[in-house]
């Protein structure tokens, strides 16, 4: 009991699995309950057992194994997971089950196998049952058997394959124990219950004995055919409507079910196929041929033993064939022609639709030997033809046996009749279509009147069988001409005949029956065919002989239409009935002056006819009468034109109105014609032929036109003859006109002598070829030269025209014969019959054997020789018969010859043959038309393009049901052969889609098409899948879901996915051409644009009426899928929002059919259902929810988000983490497998996503993700709508200032950038829009590795876009964008100029010119080594890119700058804005857009001021004569100043209209001479340097180019880094020049620095690129090698020595920083520079005790704080140098040192001040010091010793001073530092103020004094002291004096100017530009994020800020009318003052 105890503890699974059988048996029980518990199929519960159930079943313990075979049961009953144990459990059922003793173990055994098949396992189920058969045991044995036949009794034939199954029966017979041939029989029982005889021929072989038990067995089963009686998982609907049935004891599916099972299981599938070219004797071909009769016996007795085989091995008969061939057609032996018969007839049953390639050699032979007369070679003959038809169609053989129709011999003909008849019985209507049967009906009308009774009695049956297979009424219209006896004997003939499908027959009968009543209302059937060809030719056929017969006879007046009641059939009457009938009708006075002598008594006659003609009713008009009365003389000779006019009008009033015979019109149409050509009356006899026209068909009619004006002399006649045909061909449409009358009238009309004839002719010849096309011209090719270029220039000019819809006619078109059958033949009518018309030749005997020998030998050359000789034969011929002997066996070995030249000419000769044959080169498809197919597989691809042009070319004549048919183009997919498979894949995706109809033996290719799904190689799948729905929308996706069953379960899901995505996007069937609109003008629109509304409304039967007229339930079949594409045509217009209107949709859709609503309406109900509980949010928010996911996708719990195509554990997994984050009814949407839901659901997405922004973002990552699904879908309109949202979302992220993750951007970006390949423009521009966005929510320089990566794809579209979409961020962000670094990007961005790809190639060239534009000559050292001719191509595109992209620049700064129209203006600014260098536009151009994109909100609130409204103070200075226009400075007082919010407001608010007069001409000199520095032109560049030299000298000028030194700076370094890159390089130039342009250079700088109140005008990020210029150039060791080098070095040296003491020392220092820091980051960077730069760091460091006061800390710790998060400690450490860290650490303790504590307080710009490895080491720098002073005290202490304490200590003194004098030189505590200063001095007079001003310049030190002063006076009451305004000297910002107090002045001008500066700074304050923070001088990159920006970056965007911010000062000086100068850094109002004294001045 311990033990028990043990166990007992454990956990059912461990039970299980326990080694002592109790416990397991416990665990089972256990297990069994716990099965029956669990409710859910998909509880995780399930799969703790999986590994397990075969152990439950296999349990070495009897009693444990019986309760374990229980639980087993369960588990596989109710658990989803239970298929994955099918294979090893049902193996161990077999072994250790089925073997037991105990019968309830067997039993279980069985359920469990039984239990598999339910659940969907049966093929694996199947297999190991059948293994077990082979079992040594036979109790084994026999439970599988049993098991077998269990399952085949319950589930079915459909469920159990038996074609394995009846394999193995015949072994089991043959066992030895009687148990198991016993179970045996009854499995062969059950087998024969299902299949019926189809089991016979695979049991012949077994024992007779047991053979006659079965058949016994078999009588007595009932006949009734069997019910599945259980049902797989999937047919529950079939398991309700069957326990239906069962309850009402109804069997109405019974037929259904019975005819299905006939259908599915042919004996013939059920055979294994036997190999018999192996086994012939090796000597058969010799022996075959061989003189002795018993040598050539010997050898077809062998071929006949084999070929008793029923199913043979496909294989290469050829030659075989040929061999039987020839016995048959030469061997005088006619016991061995019948022998040979036999064989060919073994042959062709074993081979089924394989034989078919050798149909058509071997039906001409036999037929021939129907001379025969022995009844048993006759008897051998007709079997053997009989099968060789089975295995073809009619078709294909139909041109040889209509050429033995004609034989002489009767035998043949009686033989070729009753072959006929035999083969019609296996023909349905649809397979006997018009086209075929009216050749036949033809020759049978022949034979029926043949002298010979037996051909008659052949004929008449042959005809009968013709009329019970289509129907009376499609064979009438060919039985014209045949007498009453002779249409009853064949009516006779066609009740005795006995179908093949006895149904079909039945159709045929009542179809029959139907027709007497069909005939009477011929509208009611009408709408029946609507959409049948618009254009035939048969009824034209028809009417040929009607003319030359008996044109009134009553048959030939049926034959034309016999349905159509308008043509009525009358007998000619003669003049006296006419006149009776006539005088009924029409007055007696009309009748009496008829023939009057009087003209005008004939006239009034005319008249009152007329009224009598149009009162009358259809009914009463005796037309025959009526016309044969207006005949009557003086009838058509009349001589007043104005009766002849009024006749004629009458006439045609008569065909018009009433039922106009044939018989009527050849009345009047002699007369017609004659008067044709009459000036007066020919329009009148045009109309009323036109009306004949209408009323007895235009072909007929035109024929007897045109033959009578031809057999006249009359050439006006002849030319207007031709010209009403050619306007009435247009009218009617070309339908049935008998192309052959016209010809040869044709013909003769050109060759007239009057040209007039012969211009109608052309003109004819034009309105023809509209239809006809170039085939027309064939005819004509014998014509002269002359003659024939007219007509090519005819043709010429109708070329590209498509034929006018026909307007009359239609209502014939109504009445045509319902049966006729849409052929895709037909479409064209009579241009599809030219072809026919062409003489052709027969080539046959120019085919020799010598030729056909010639091709097949050994020897290339001569292959060549014999192939040559074809071509010339075929060449010669031009159009060639059908017949072309043994030429098709020939080439077709040549298509796989080893020579691929010799295949390529093959392919050409066979392209020769298709359009030399025409049509009838239907017959060699299988021949020949296969193994074209075979050659697409070929390695090369110039022989697989030839294969598809020439198999296109076949196409073209054959049409493609020929291909479809039978098994060969399945067998050639099944071929594993990539390049096969991909080339005819994408074959039929193409033409599959243009088809209406195909044969049902596509089907053969849909097990093939889903093996292609999973092919190795990836094109295969993509063309696999892009054929899928081209296959679906003609098999219709049902029929495709369930040809999925026999795939593996893994492929099953797989190909129903891509199932369901291609019933998304399944295209439309092209539309039926309608018959009753092909007469209206918009007849083309449905089958054009079958989206177009026509086609949609149409019904369902005129959208489908098929062809073939099949019974009713297959007819109502596709209305499922139409109903289904309907709906999916109108979403896309419309969007589908309303139910409503898609129920409305679906019923008009689908009226008559119950399946295809069923199919549609479910989703809409559930829609409706749902629309209730989808209030609320629908995104909910989870708490830290996105964090978990990211965490576990880190640790790899989770799938990481990465694929190239999504798989579904994928799906599954973004599903299960949706549940949580959205609403029940969204996911069920989002994941649901119809495209249109998604649609519903993006909608409703779009709907939320603002109200619900926060959860949206935290299920952001999701969102994303599941939108990247949506990016592999194939569907427009969801992809469309997810665009939409995608758009709408980053702009709400945007607003929000969301930042993506990592995690967000990399599961969703790389799939983006996907699409942007897409081929439609409208997506890939929406994904550019999305791509842009993007940039504002995720990091740009992040983005950048993304589009790098795209740029690798395949997708040439989506490289370009990629390259294009690299080059905006460039241009936009600059070169810091290129991640890792711009010189690797740069180089992979420079492969692709080289692409094959024209886009792509122009896309890298724009993306490299962005760069160029960027960072300049620096790129071409970027992007590494190019060849020679990429090279050549980038330099080409960059000088475009100059010359074209400062054209608009330009243009629009010069509109704005010529705004006023004033001379003077022009004159002094265009050339100097012409001249400016391009590379300075193209910088402008590009940093302007990046300075828009940063101050958009300040543009739309501001708009710039144009430039005409600018203040410039030069032109004050410089111009005296406008002085006076000036408006005069508002004088204030005091307290105005001193009150800030009363600023004074400007008195003058207009400005002088001279204003232009004076602008700015200094200011726009001094850009023009700066642009010119930068130039690539040595000289010109050394001569603006002489010029700005000669300006910085003069002290008194220098001051004019304040405002500019950034701009000249820029130009500067610009023109160094130009001299750095390409001059030096460049041998050609001169070294002195260079040395020459250095030395300008540096002159200039030394004398720009030397002047400080300039040099502190040079910002921050100008002096950092000019030092980086400067020690690059000192580094530069190619300077040495120039004379006087060292000297340069020297100079340079001395020059940054300058620039480092006289430039803004915080600038300086800041630029240093960033430049150290640039340094060390850069790996391609000489370690000597950092070296250099950190010498000048030590400098400024030797200097800080002495510029201390004058640097703002703030930003000198920014920058040492981005210093330190680039470059940590440990980093720092890392370097392979100390002495950067040294140096930080030197100047963090030089200014603590000079600081102390206070330091601390500087560290207000830094974000996140705790993180900060910097304050850290502050904090112990600081504290290390003060352990050291101990004197350091806060400021309330100072404040309260100085207070307090007279006596201070010296160095408290000290530090009270210095906090004072630091508030002095802080913008925000100027005053109260002076106020301090004041009170310090009042108390301690005797204080030393020395030492603290000492250091400080002489204007600060000014500044001081005159502050005390005003200080004092203000306090002591004082008028005004004579002052300036104070300003600190430390100020930084670039443009404006930072000093925010105004002092008082006693002079008036200074005080105004003082307040205007004052309110100037609040104006640009409150438009957002720089002047209130320090900082603010850095440009906005670097000032605004902690990543340093690129000199270049940041150079350009100083560029753009120079110009944007010259403007906005500018424009707010000019309205504030304020004397300052608007660009000047750091100005200062001394200088101000006197300039505006001098303003003064002059105006006085």
Same mark, same amino acid.
């Given at each position: 009991m311990g033990d028990d105890s043990e166990w007992m503890k454990l956990p059912v699974d461990q039970k299980c699995?326990?080694?002592?059988?109790k416990a397991r048996l416990n665990g089972y029980e256990e297990a069994l309950k716990i099965f029956?518990?669990?409710?859910?199929?998909?509880?995780?519960?399930?799969?703790?057992?999986?590994?397990?159930?075969?152990?439950?079943?296999?349990?070495?313990?009897?009693?444990?194994?019986?309760?374990?075979?229980?639980?087993?049961? @369960?588990?596989?009953?109710?658990?989803? =997971?239970?298929?994955?144990?099918?294979?090893?459990?049902?193996?161990?059922?077999?072994?250790?089950?089925?073997?037991?003793?105990?019968?309830?173990?067997?039993?279980?055994?069985?359920?469990?196998?039984?239990?598999?098949?339910?659940?969907?396992?049966?093929?694996?189920?199947?297999?190991?049952?059948?293994?077990?058969?082979?079992?040594?045991?036979?109790?084994?044995?026999?439970?599988?058997?049993?098991?077998?036949?269990?399952?085949?009794?319950?589930?079915?034939?459909?469920?159990?394959?038996?074609?394995?199954?009846?394999?193995?029966?015949?072994?089991?017979?043959?066992?030895?124990?009687?148990?198991?041939?016993?179970?045996?029989?009854?499995?062969?029982?059950?087998?024969?219950?299902?299949?019926?005889?189809?089991?016979?021929?695979?049991?012949?072989?077994?024992?007779?004995?047991?053979?006659?038990?079965?058949?016994?067995?078999?009588?007595?089963?009932?006949?009734?055919?069997?019910?599945?009686?259980?049902?797989?998982?999937?047919?529950?609907?079939?398991?309700?409507?069957?326990?239906?049935?069962?309850?009402?004891?109804?069997?109405?599916? *019974?037929?259904?079910?019975?005819?299905?099972?006939?259908?599915?299981?042919? /004996?013939?599938?059920?055979?294994?196929?036997?190999?018999?070219?192996?086994? $012939?004797?090796?000597?058969?071909?010799? +022996?075959?041929?061989?003189?002795k009769w018993q040598e050539r016996k010997e050898a077809l007795e062998a071929v006949e033993a084999l070929t008793k085989n029923p199913k043979l091995e496909n294989g290469d008969y050829g030659d075989l064939v040929r061999a039987l061939k020839k016995v048959v057609g030469k061997d005088a032996n006619v016991m061995l022609v019948s022998m040979a018969a036999k064989c060919l007839a073994g042959l062709a049953a074993g081979l089924r639709k394989k034989f078919g390639t050798y149909a058509g050699h071997v039906v001409p032979t036999i037929l021939e030997k129907f001379k025969e007369k022995k009844p048993q070679v006759v008897q051998a003959l007709q079997e053997a033809i009989d099968a060789v038809f089975l295995t073809t169609t009619l078709q294909n053989i139909s041109e040889d046996v209509l050429a033995v129709m004609d034989n002489k011999n009767p035998s043949i003909k009686q033989q070729a009749s009753l072959f006929l008849a035999r083969s019609f019985r296996h023909c349905t209507p649809s397979t006997l279509p018009k086209s075929v049967l009216k050749p036949f009906c033809a020759a049978f009308l022949k034979q029926v009147n043949d002298s010979a009774p037996e051909v008659r009695d052949a004929a008449f049956e042959a005809l009968g069988t013709a009329m019970k297979v289509v129907g009376e009424k499609a064979v009438n219209p060919f039985l014209a001409d045949i007498d009453k006896l002779k249409l009853e004997k064949i009516k006779e003939c066609a009740d005795k005949v006995e179908l093949v499908g006895g149904k079909k027959g039945g159709s045929a009968g009542g179809e029959k029956k139907e027709k007497p009543a069909a005939k009477a209302p011929p509208p009611v059937e009408a709408p029946a065919k609507p959409s049948g060809p618009p254009k035939k030719a048969p009824p034209a056929k028809a009417a040929g002989p009607l003319k030359k017969g008996k044109p009134a006879s009553a048959p030939s007046g049926k034959s034309k239409k016999a349905p159509d009641t308008k043509e009525v059939v009358e007998t000619e009457l003669s003049l006296e009935v006419c006149e009776e009938k006539a005088a009924t009708v029409l007055p007696a006075s009309c009748m009496q002056l008829l023939d009057s002598g009087n003209w005008k008594e004939r006239l009034a006659s005319m008249e009152e006819f007329q009224r009598a003609v149009e009162q009358m009713d259809k009914s009463e008009m005796p037309c025959q009468a009526l016309v044969k009365m207006l005949a009557k003389k003086p009838g058509w000779k009349e001589t007043n034109f104005q009766v002849m006019q009024m006749k004629l009008h009458i006439v045609g009033l008569i065909a018009q109105k009433g039922s106009f015979s044939k018989t009527s019109a050849l009345v009047v149409l002699d007369g017609l014609v004659d008067k044709i050509g009459d000036v007066k009356c020919g329009s009148n006899a045009k109309e009323a032929l036109t009306a004949i026209g209408e009323a007895c068909s235009l072909p007929w009619t035109a024929e007897q036109v045109v033959s009578m004006a031809f057999a006249q002399k009359n050439p006006k006649n002849q030319a207007e003859t031709l010209n009403w045909l050619a306007n009435a061909m247009k009218e009617f449409g070309f339908a049935g006109i008998n192309v052959k009358a016209f010809i040869n009238n044709v013909k003769t009309a050109l060759g007239a002598t009057n040209p007039a004839v012969r211009t109608s002719a052309i003109t004819l010849l034009g309105v023809m070829f509209l239809y006809m096309g170039a085939p027309l011209r064939m005819f004509f090719e014998d014509e002269k030269p002359a003659l024939l270029s007219q007509i090519d220039a005819e043709f010429e000019k109708m070329q590209g025209q498509s034929p006018p819809a026909p307007i009359r006619g239609a209502k014939k078109a109504g009445g045509e014969e319902e049966g006729e059958k849409a052929e895709e033949e037909e479409v064209d009518g009579g241009a599809g019959d030219i072809m026919d018309l062409l003489p052709r030749t027969d080539i046959s005997d120019k085919i020799t054997s010598d030729m056909v020998s010639k091709i097949g030998d050994k020897n290339w050359k001569i292959r060549k020789e014999g192939l040559d000789e074809v071509t010339a034969v075929i060449s010669e011929a031009k159009f060639i018969q059908a017949n072309i002997g043994e030429l098709p066996l020939a080439l077709r070995g040549r298509l796989n010859d080893s020579n691929k030249i010799l295949v390529q000419q093959t392919l050409g000769i066979l392209q020769q043959i298709a359009t030399a044959m025409g049509p009838a080169l239907k017959q060699q498809v299988k021949n020949l038309g296969i193994p074209i197919i075979t050659v697409l597989g070929d390695s090369k691809s110039n022989v697989r393009a030839a294969a598809l042009t020439t198999l296109n070319a076949w196409v073209e004549q054959t049409g493609m049901k020929e291909w479809l048919e039978g098994e060969d183009l399945s067998e050639e997919l099944k071929k594993e052969n990539p390049f096969l498979r991909q080339e005819v894949l994408g074959w039929l995706a193409e033409k599959l889609p243009t088809l209406r109809t195909v044969p049902a033996d596509l089907m053969l290719c849909v097990p093939p098409l889903y093996t292609c799904l999973e092919d190795r190689s990836g094109d295969v799948r993509k063309k696999a899948q892009d054929a899928l729905p081209t296959f679906m929308m003609h098999l219709s996706y049902e029929k495709m879901s369930k040809a999925t069953v026999k795939l593996k379960p893994a492929s099953k899901d797989q190909v129903v996915g891509m199932l369901e995505k291609a019933r998304a996007v399944m295209p439309a069937k092209p539309a039926a051409p309608a018959k009753a609109a092909a007469s209206k003008p918009t007849s083309s629109a449905p089958s054009s644009k079958p989206t177009s509304a026509p086609a949609r409304n149409q019904t369902p039967c005129e959208d489908y009426s098929e062809p073939e007229p099949k019974p009713d339930t297959k007819k109502t079949k596709p209305a499922g899928p139409v109903a289904k594409k309907r709906e999916s045509m109108e979403l896309k217009v419309k969007g589908d929002k309303d139910n409503t209107s898609k129920q409305n949709r679906l019923s008009r859709g689908t009226p008559s059919n119950q399946q295809g =609503?069923?199919?549609?309406?479910?989703?809409?109900?559930?829609?409706?259902?749902?629309?209730?509980?989808?209030?609320?949010? !629908?995104?909910?928010?989870?708490?830290?929810?996105?964090?978990?996911?990211?965490?576990?996708?880190?640790?790899?719990?989770? $799938?990481?988000?990465?694929? %190239?195509?999504?798989?579904?554990?994928?799906?599954?997994?973004?599903?299960?983490?949706?549940?949580?984050?959205?609403?029940?009814?969204?996911? *069920?949407?989002?994941?649901?497998?119809?495209?249109?839901?998604?649609?519903?659901? !993006?909608?409703? %997405?779009?709907?939320? %996503?603002?109200?619900?922004?926060?959860?949206? !973002?935290?299920?952001?990552?999701?969102?994303?993700?599941?939108?990247?699904?949506?990016?592999?879908?194939?569907?427009?309109?969801?992809? %469309?709508?997810?665009?939409?949202?995608?758009?709408?979302?980053?702009?709400?992220?945007?607003? +929000?200032?969301?930042?993506?993750?990592?995690?967000?951007?990399?599961?969703?970006i790389p799939y983006l950038i996907l699409k942007v390949g897409e081929s439609k423009d409208v997506v890939r521009k929406d994904v550019r829009a999305i791509l842009t966005m993007l940039c504002k929510v995720y990091a740009a320089s992040k983005v950048f590795p993304f589009l790098m990566e795209g740029t690798k794809s395949k997708n040439s579209k989506q490289r370009s876009e990629c390259l294009e979409e690299l080059g905006c961020l460039i241009e936009n962000f600059g070169m810091n964008v290129?991640?890792?670094?711009?010189?690797?990007?740069?180089?992979?961005?420079?492969?692709?100029?080289?692409?094959?790809?024209?886009?792509?190639?122009?896309?890298?060239?724009?993306?490299?010119? @962005?760069?160029?534009?960027?960072?300049?000559?620096?790129?071409?050292?970027?992007?590494?080594?190019?060849?020679?001719?990429?090279?050549?191509?980038?330099?080409?595109? !960059?000088?475009?890119?100059?010359?074209?992209?400062?054209?608009?620049?330009?243009?629009?700064?010069?509109?704005?700058?010529?705004?006023?129209?004033?001379?003077?203006?022009t004159f002094l600014r265009k050339p100097a804005q012409e001249e400016v260098p391009n590379k300075l536009k193209i910088m402008y151009r590009t940093y302007r857009i990046q300075a828009r994109a940063q101050n958009a909100h300040l543009e739309q609130s501001a708009p710039s001021i144009p430039k005409e409204f600018q203040l410039d103070l030069d032109v004050f200075e410089n111009n005296h004569t406008c002085a006076s226009d000036i408006p005069d400075l508002v004088q204030h007082k005091l307290d105005e100043v001193l009150e800030p919010v009363m600023i004074p407001e400007r008195k003058m608010r207009t400005v002088s209209p001279h204003f232009d007069d004076i602008h700015n001409s200094t200011a726009s000199t001094i850009n023009f001479v700066i642009s010119q520095v930068a130039s690539g032109d040595i000289n010109t560049s050394i001569q603006a340097l002489a010029q700005i030299d000669e300006v910085l000298r003069q002290a008194d000028k220098a001051e004019a180019m304040s405002g500019h030194i950034d701009q000249f700076l820029i130009a500067t370094f610009m023109q160094l880094r130009l001299i750095y890159n390409t001059h030096m390089a460049d041998d050609r130039l001169d070294k002195k020049d260079i040395f020459k342009l250095y030395s300008c250079i540096i002159g200039n700088m030394l004398s720009l620095f030397s002047m400080e109140s300039l040099a502190r005008e040079a910002s921050m990020g100008v002096l950092k690129d000019l030092m980086h210029g400067l020690i690059t150039l000192m580094l530069d060791s190619r300077v040495e090698d120039i004379e006087d080098g060292q000297q340069l070095i020297r100079s340079v040296n001395l020059l940054v020595v300058r620039v480092l003491e006289k430039s803004d020392q915080t600038n300086i220092l800041s630029a240093l920083l960033v430049l150290l820091q640039d340094s060390l980051t850069s790996t391609a960077g000489s370690p000597m520079f950092s070296e250099l730069v950190m010498k000048c760091l030590w400098r400024m460091i030797r200097f800080l005790p002495q510029t201390i006061n004058s640097i703002n800390l703030d930003r000198i710790l920014l920058d040492v704080h981005n210093f330190m998060k680039v470059f940590p400690k440990e980093k720092l450490k890392q370097l392979k140098s100390d002495i950067p860290h040294r140096t930080l650490k030197t100047l963090l303790h030089t200014l603590c040192r000079l600081t102390g504590a206070k330091i601390l307080d500087h560290m207000s710009m830094i974000e996140n001040r705790n993180e900060s490895e910097l304050e850290a080491h502050l904090r112990r720098v600081v504290k290390h010091s003060t352990n050291l002073s101990g004197l350091k005290s806060d400021k309330s202490t100072e404040k309260g010793a100085l207070r307090s304490d007279d006596k201070v200590i010296k160095a408290k003194v000290s530090d009270i001073l210095s906090e004072i004098f630091k508030k002095i030189g802080s913008k925000e505590n100027t005053k109260e530092g002076l106020t301090e200063l004041y009170e310090y001095k009042q108390k301690y007079s005797d204080a030393d103020l020395e030492p603290f001003l000492r250091n400080t310049s002489q204007f600060f030190q000014s500044y001081v004094e005159r502050g005390l002063r005003m200080i004092e006076?203000?306090?002591?009451?004082?008028?005004?002291?004579?002052?300036?305004?104070?300003?600190?000297?430390?100020?930084?910002?670039?443009?404006?004096?930072?000093?925010?107090?105004?002092?008082?002045?006693?002079?008036?001008?200074?005080?105004?100017?003082?307040?205007?500066?004052?309110?100037?700074?609040?104006?640009?304050?409150?438009?957002?530009?720089?002047?209130?923070?320090?900082?603010?001088?850095?440009? /906005?990159?670097?000032?605004?994020?902690?990543?340093?920006?690129?000199?270049?970056?940041?150079?350009?965007?100083?560029?753009?800020?120079?110009?944007?911010?010259?403007e906005h000062f500018q424009q707010e000086q000019s309205h504030s009318h304020s004397p300052t100068r608007s660009s000047s850094p750091a100005s200062n109002l001394d200088d101000l003052k006197k300039r505006l004294e001098r303003i003064k001045s002059n105006r006085q």
């Open positions: 699995e326990h080694k002592i059988w029956q518990r669990i409710q859910d199929e998909k509880s995780p519960e399930w799969g703790k057992y999986l590994g397990l159930i075969k152990k439950f079943v296999t349990d070495s313990n009897a009693v444990a194994q019986l309760k374990g075979l229980e639980a087993a049961l @369960a588990y596989i009953e109710n658990a989803h =997971v239970a298929g994955k144990t099918t294979g090893e459990v049902v193996s161990g059922v077999v072994g250790k089950v089925f073997n037991q003793p105990k019968a309830r173990a067997k039993e279980l055994g069985t359920d469990i196998c039984l239990m598999y098949i339910e659940i969907e396992k049966a093929e694996v189920v199947q297999d190991e049952l059948i293994k077990g058969l082979d079992n040594k045991n036979p109790k084994i044995v026999v439970a599988c058997v049993e098991t077998i036949r269990k399952a085949l009794c319950e589930f079915g034939s459909k469920i159990i394959t038996l074609k394995p199954v009846v394999k193995v029966l015949p072994k089991l017979f043959e066992s030895r124990e009687k148990a198991v041939r016993d179970e045996a029989k009854l499995l062969a029982v059950e087998i024969y219950r299902w299949i019926r005889d189809a089991l016979r021929p695979p049991l012949q072989n077994i024992n007779s004995v047991q053979l006659k038990e079965l058949e016994e067995e078999w009588v007595k089963l009932p006949t009734a055919a069997p019910k599945q009686t259980r049902f797989l998982r999937s047919q529950q609907d079939l398991k309700a409507k069957f326990e239906q049935q069962q309850a009402a004891g109804g069997d109405e599916a *019974d037929g259904d079910d019975e005819e299905e099972t006939e259908v599915q299981v042919d /004996p013939y599938e059920l055979l294994e196929a036997v190999e018999i070219l192996s086994k $012939l004797p090796k000597d058969f071909y010799e +022996k075959i041929e061989a003189k =609503v069923v199919g549609k309406k479910p989703p809409v109900k559930a829609g409706a259902k749902d629309e209730e509980d989808r209030s609320g949010p !629908i995104f909910i928010l989870v708490p830290n929810g996105k964090e978990q996911r990211i965490k576990e996708e880190k640790a790899l719990k989770i $799938l990481k988000w990465n694929f %190239m195509t999504p798989r579904d554990e994928y799906v599954e997994q973004l599903k299960t983490q949706m549940s949580t984050c959205l609403a029940k009814w969204l996911q *069920d949407e989002l994941f649901h497998f119809d495209f249109q839901r998604h649609v519903k659901a !993006i909608g409703a %997405m779009i709907e939320h %996503m603002e109200a619900e922004s926060e959860a949206v !973002i935290s299920c952001l990552d999701l969102v994303l993700k599941w939108f990247t699904l949506r990016f592999f879908d194939t569907n427009t309109s969801v992809l %469309m709508k997810a665009l939409e949202f995608l758009k709408l979302l980053f702009t709400m992220l945007s607003r +929000k200032n969301y930042q993506l993750n990592d995690n967000e951007a990399s599961s969703f290129c991640q890792p670094t711009p010189a690797k990007s740069l180089k992979e961005i420079g492969v692709h100029i080289g692409d094959r790809d024209t886009t792509v190639r122009n896309a890298a060239l724009n993306t490299v010119v @962005a760069a160029y534009n960027t960072c300049g000559d620096q790129v071409f050292k970027l992007i590494g080594n190019l060849s020679e001719k990429e090279m050549s191509m980038l330099e080409e595109r !960059i000088k475009r890119s100059a010359k074209k992209t400062p054209a608009p620049a330009a243009k629009q700064e010069r509109t704005q700058r010529e705004h006023p129209t004033n001379p003077n203006a006076s203000e306090r002591e009451g004082k008028g005004r002291i004579q002052s300036s305004t104070v300003i600190p000297q430390h100020s930084t910002d670039s443009y404006l004096p930072s000093s925010s107090s105004v002092s008082i002045s006693s002079n008036g001008e200074d005080l105004n100017a003082a307040a205007y500066y004052e309110r100037l700074k609040i104006l640009r304050q409150r438009r957002g530009l720089e002047n209130s923070a320090p900082e603010e001088d850095r440009p /906005p990159l670097s000032s605004l994020r902690p990543s340093v920006a690129s000199s270049t970056d940041m150079l350009h965007s100083k560029l753009s800020q120079l110009k944007e911010s010259r």
